[in-house]
């Protein structure tokens, strides 16, 4: 079975500080990567997906990940954070029918 | 508009009350899923289910029960809940189990045993 590793569960930094997240997983088969934000109160909402092609994907909001096959990563990055970028994300890995979550980053971003 | 709904969205009941939490999908999504969320745990599915009449158990199936008798609808049973269930639980849909399909979820509905 699949299994995530996300490092670093409490992050705050301050607005236009840039962001990693790290993210492996372990999986024998062909992945499906995704990163999912969960804001407070709310459900969670697809920020980007890697299948195939161009390791480095781009998503919604300014995000982008990296996917490194040798190393097993698919970190997610943002450059410049902003105060509405506090939320919970949390990596993902698609294989067997199955989708398999981290524990999850909170992250915190101060005005 | 495309959503997944779940009802109740909040629920407080006592240990041993059988309850169900339903789940409902109108995009036509084969495939429809059940996760719990837990504080430092993240999401740990439950059940899913590939298509009507085909369902399959997560990584955390004790003390629940599903059914997939139409496509649009995945309601998760508790039969006899514990408070070691008490959790915010999410459904979620997509158009398959395989390949790099996006999974749907719904609100959530926070359950509470005592």
């Known amino acids: 079975a699949q299994s995530v590793s ?8 301050s607005e236009a500080a840039s962001l990693e997240l790290g993210c492996n997983y372990s999986y024998g088969g062909t992945v499906n990567l995704f990163w999912y934000v969960q804001y407070p109160g709310q459900h969670l909402q697809l920020l980007l997906k890697y ?7 781009k998503g919604i909001k300014g995000f982008e990940a990296e996917f490194i096959k040798s190393k097993f990563s698919f970190n997610l990055r943002k450059p410049s954070v902003q105060w509405s970028d506090t939320a919970e994300y949390f990596c993902a890995v ?18 | ?22 789940c409902s999908q109108n995009m036509n999504h084969e495939y429809m899923s059940w996760y ?9 599915q439950i059940y899913y289910s590939m298509n009507v009449e085909v369902t399959d158990k997560g990584d955390v199936p004790e003390g629940y029960k ?14 006899s809940p514990s408070p070691n269930q008490t959790s915010l639980y999410f459904c979620a849909s997509s158009l398959g189990g395989g390949l790099p399909y996006e999974q749907y979820f719904g609100p959530g509905t926070r359950l509470t045993v005592t």
């Open chain 2, 36 to 44: 719990r969320q837990d504080p430092g745990l993240g999401l740990r």
């Open chain 2, 66 to 79: 599903v059914s997939r008798k139409e496509k649009r609808n995945f309601p998760l049973i508790l039969e």
């Open chain 2, 1 to 22: 508009e495309a959503q997944v709904t779940q009802n109740p969205r909040y629920l407080i009941t006592v240990t041993g009350k059988k309850l169900t939490v339903t």
């Open chain 1, 51 to 57: 299948f195939s092609g161009d390791p480095l994907v």
């Open chain 1, 94 to 111: 698609n294989g067997n029918n199955r989708l398999a979550f981290g524990k999850g980053n909170q992250v915190v971003v101060i005005p």
């Open chain 1, 6 to 13: 996300q490092h670093n569960h409490h992050v705050i930094l």
